[in-house]
């Protein structure tokens, strides 16, 4: 089975701007989390999407923003950029239900200048 | 509030000796705790799951164990190889979302 993808891997945005990332879950897995990640900082959880519906959602301002689709491929928009908003942006995908461990993509590293 | 904390937040082993970390939570209903591994600049690779105290599951040079209050990750004879973060995360109740520790950086000197 294909793992969790992510596009791009990389990213360059200027401050003010607003960028939009992707992940392609493993196949069959319905549930997509983000999660953001600055050097020496854990992972911060940014949302949860299961079936097209944000099942649950982290503490981050509403410039973040989320979405998925039918196929259970995921996108994520940050608007209106800010200097602290660069990091490593990491998607996971899960069946869904039950307890279950997250499988996690490469990432896309957002470096705004 | 569900807290999940791991500990030491670095530990530094010469290659053979043999250490233990640490995670330690404070959950309601736990359902499950989840161990992973990440390499610099890279997504979190999955270890294991563990889900009832008492169990425990084993992976080359590495072992998970699970009690109610914490999880232990022991690393028999690591090797420069086994140089990460390891991360642990909570599954507990009703909520789908993980609690995630802060990770401890293990570095195993040659």
């Known amino acids: 089975k294909a793992g969790v993808t992510q596009t791009p891997r990389y990213l360059i945005k200027t401050r003010g701007q607003q960028v939009t990332l992707s992940c392609s879950p493993i196949?069959?897995?319905?549930?997509v989390s983000w999660y953001q990640q600055t050097p020496g900082q854990g992972l911060q959880f940014l949302f949860e999407?299961?079936?097209?519906?944000?099942?649950n959602k982290g503490n981050f301002p509403g410039r973040f923003s989320g979405r998925q689709f039918s196929n259970s491929r995921s996108e994520m928009n940050v608007s209106t950029l800010e200097l602290g908003d660069s990091a490593l942006y990491l998607c996971?995908?899960?069946?869904?239900?039950?307890?279950?461990?997250?499988?996690f993509g490469p990432g896309t590293r957002l470096t705004v200048t | 509030e569900d807290q999940v904390t791991q500990s030491p937040e670095a530990l530094r082993l010469q290659e053979g000796e043999s250490s233990s970390l640490n995670c330690s939570y404070t959950?309601?209903?736990?359902?499950?705790l989840f161990w992973y591994r990440q390499d610099p600049g890279k997504g979190p690779e999955f270890l294991f799951t563990?889900?009832?105290?008492?169990e425990e599951k084993e992976k080359e040079r590495l072992k998970a164990t699970l009690t109610k209050k914490e999880s232990f990750l022991h690393i028999t004879a690591p090797k420069p190889e086994d140089s990460a973060t390891y991360l642990c995360?909570?599954?507990?109740?009703?909520?789908?979302?993980?609690?995630w520790g802060a990770g401890t950086k293990l570095i195993i000197k040659p």
């Open positions: 996971a995908s899960r069946p869904g239900t039950g307890v279950y461990e997250q499988y």
């Open positions: 196949s069959g897995h319905r549930s």
């Open positions: 999407y299961f079936s097209e519906t944000q099942r």
């Open positions: 959950v309601s209903g736990l359902r499950g």
């Open positions: 563990l889900y009832s105290a008492g």
């Open positions: 995360a909570v599954q507990a109740g009703s909520n789908y979302q993980l609690i």
